[in-house]
């Protein structure tokens, strides 16, 4: 007789997918190794410390603040994500110290204070970024020309900074902003290698289409209005990192289709404002931080309809 | 058909989730176990009434002989399933509501005595009332889960036209392959109930809704239907293997465009949706006069070798898994049901009921509950286009209002959500307790 056999009694189903957060982050990471590795092909050894310095960072502040919090720490991933992501937003000269203040903001400040995973309200990469665009201005706004592994740093100014020349036919603009070998951030100056990896996310449906699709389109449209060449302002500054790795964070976007789809549509309106209306060169970093703030709201406003709603309304009536 | 499937294919839901199948015993015929020494027959096993022991202690018993029954009209009664002797009274925990059920103990005298049947008749010569009481008497409930007395099913209130009858042989659950087995093995007998329901109901439409990953079962019904010349009555309509497909809700929809309103059934839009193995045994109850006293059950998963069995009610599940060469391994988990809707048991004297399709033995998953990521991969996946994220989250913070703002009614508990959570989140059992709690209250009013 097959008694005597403590049985487990759990709620159902009794079958799971398997794909768990961690799986979910660590794909993300292995996504966002092309955009690194474009970031030390492009800014060298510096690169390599800076992002490294972030990622370290950012996985022992999670400690600790769990640690504080009482909490058991995970290496769920996540931690990973911010860190790789704050590293790639920085400008390729940033020194290391600000790198260290940066990276405890994200995940103290942005992340954990307001309860940890899924429950912050901001990106935490682009948290740390803005705070750090505001404590060291200069810093955050000085820019090389790629220079790889070997000679010294020229400086100079990105596509979207007022005093940027190309010299140069607009063919070679598009390849170069395409290929990456332009001055920016050192993770977002690669068109190529974050549509690789925002690829591969989107193949394995880890991130939801509409977001990058709807933010860039809305981008080139907006850009349009404004007279401007939609295909520069694609390539241009972080909007590809931002469409593909910062606006589809699942924490702080919308839920529903219809809420991503307003999300989106916010996010590209807002970044190309800013472009061209504020006394910034660049507008996606606060663009999806203000489109962030207001998820909650685009969240409640966009109840999806359900199956058998509106028969009973006319049965009633 | 095959062009009415692609066409159908196309037209697929495009929620639920693709499960692993593991139908191992599809290819199993049923078998007959040996008659258990003693069944526990809980008095309650419809949704409805409960019944009340018309028989007592000591008392002898045929198989077949009525041992329950209700004045109320949502009942079914209950019968004796072995011969023998009333030896005693039980409890026993129905694992969907967590009642506490009365159940009556019957040892076997091993001989199988039968009370004398209803004499056989054809369906034809009975008037409507006639197969209606023959069903009832029978002790007949909805074989698909729910185990509805059928006889409620079949009588519409008036004023609900039923223009369409579904033949559900979706069985979208993974291992279970009972109603795979009826559809081959009692083909005509379910042709034959069908029939009857058609007549009851004198639908415009009759559809037999079959999987795609089930071909063997719509060659052979087509087949059948074809053989008994009735092609212009019955229609097959495979279905895009998906779960949950073979919900009622959901192939309303998918193959009238029609949505049953919230909280309602679908004899609300003009439907009756029944299982095939009810289809079956509505003829023996009414064609042959048998009382319901056995029905298919797969017993599957991590036993030594997994089976179909013909079991009658009342039979203890460890009896079956024994029969089936008992657990393999470290399994430590069984489930009555399948594992994406059925209920862990802890003990293995549990009786096999009318409701009981499967016996599920696998490994026990420890559920590890994460945060919410807000990845909206349950709202991608909801058949019924809800927010399970939005439900857990209200139901867990004792938010039940909301959880009625967010339509809760409309969960039928198919799981997908909770199989698709990367955080692992319970989603379904923070429902139920929302829908238990908001119950409640609604009594109290």
Redesign the interface.
Known sequence: ???A?????????????G???S??MYLVVIALMFPTGAAIYFFGYHALSVIGMSVGVAVATEYVCKKIRGQAFIM?GSTIVTGLLLGLILPPTISLWMVVIGAIFSIAIVKEAF?????NIFNPALGGRAFMSISFTAEMTTWIKPMGFGTDAVTTATPLGESFVWSADKLSLYQAMFLGNTAGSMGETSALLILIGGGLLLGLRII?WRIPAIYIGTVALMSLAFWQDPLFHILAGGLMIGAFFMATD??T?P??NRGKIIFAVGVGALTVTIRQLAGMPEGVCYSILFMNAITPLIDRYT??????????AE?VS | MNKLGIRLKKKGSPYGVKVPENKLTAEKPIEQPPLPEKVIIPLHQNIGAPCEAVVKRGDKVLTGQKIGDSEKYVNAPVHATVSGEITGTATVVNPPTSQLIPALVITSDGKDEWVELEPPQEPERLSVKEILDRIRAAGLVGLGGAAFPTHVKLSPPKGKRIDTVILNGCECEPYITSDYRVMMEYGEKMLSGLSIVRKVLSPERVYIAIEDNKEDAIDHIEYLITAMGRKGDFKIIPLKSKYPMGAEKILTKLILNREVPIGGLPLDVGVVVHNVSTAKAIHDAVVEGKPFVERVVTVTGAVKHPKNLLVRFGTPIGSLIDYCGGIEGNANEVILGGPMMGFSQFDLDFPTVKGTNAVLVKEGRAIREQDCISCSKCIEVCPMSLMPTTLAKYAKAGMYDDCEQFYIADCFECGACAYACPANIPIVQYIKVAKKELAKRAAKK
């Open positions: 007789m097959t008694q056999r403590q049985f487990l009694v759990s709620p159902g189903p009794h079958l799971w997918k794909l768990s957060v799986k979910i769920d309860g940890g995973l899924g429950h939801n699942y924490v976007s839920l529903t109840k999806i309809k359900p199956y058998g709603l509106v028969k009973k049965s």
